[in-house]
């Protein structure tokens, strides 16, 4: 397998993640998202949309992190990533998808450069932007979460899965915009506890070959 990635990208981070808790190992092919890679020819021919991550597995591009996660779930079961049961399942989806498709959109980092490009607005007012969405996606999560009968030790049971494959990453980027989190002790709990665990620690950007 060969995953294209960069290291500060909160998607691909989900995918080591997903690696690293299914002990699968890829070839690394860094795609420097601030250096315009992802606009080459070479890596359009990969994946048109110029998104990272991609993972190539036997020939086959696989595109989108919750779609390779599930992906890698189905081709290798063990340690699964979603709960047998179908209720189970649909809500480590819902969580998976409130981060995934309602959070990390509005603050990507071709909206911020659009921002701070395009719109020519100075970079405090990217940053209000950035703890805007953030604060109001974290507060639904949080809600989510809470006195919850399916939240555990993490997001859903005791068992790390692919809702908790989407916190992590979408934490260390709140952290890094200096947003506040002390309303979500239910969210920081749960990453606080998975960044405990080696797949999750192991897959964070400053750990990343390219991250120098």
Not at 60 to 83: F, G, K, R, T, W
Not at 105 to 126: F, I, M, S
Not at 172 to 178: V, Y
Request: charged share 20%.
């Amino acid at each position: 397998m060969k995953l294209y990635g960069y290291f500060r990208s909160s998607a691909a981070y989900r995918v080591r993640i997903a690696l690293n808790l299914k002990g699968l190992s890829a070839d690394n092919e860094y795609i420097h998202l601030q250096k315009g890679a992802q606009t080459m020819s070479d890596y359009l021919s990969v994946n048109p949309q110029g998104l990272v991550p991609a993972l190539v597995d036997d020939g086959n591009v696989i595109l989108q992190s919750l779609a390779i996660c599930e992906y890698l779930d189905e081709q290798h079961p063990e340690p699964p990533l979603l709960p047998a049961d179908a209720l189970g399942r649909a809500r480590v989806r819902a969580l998976s998808q409130a981060i995934a498709c309602e959070i990390h959109p509005l603050n990507n980092l071709r909206v911020l450069k659009y921002l701070t490009g395009e719109l020519g607005l100075a970079d405090d007012v990217k940053s209000r932007w950035y703890q805007h969405w953030v604060a109001e996606g974290f507060r639904g999560l949080e809600g989510l979460l809470t006195d919850r009968p399916g939240t555990g030790k993490y997001c859903h049971g005791n068992t790390p899965g692919l809702a908790d494959i989407c916190l992590v990453p979408q934490v260390f980027n709140a952290r890094r915009f200096d947003c506040d989190l002390t309303p979500y002790p239910t969210v920081v709990r749960i990453a606080n506890s998975l960044n405990e665990l080696p797949a999750f620690a192991d897959a964070a950007p400053e750990k990343q070959p390219d991250a120098a």
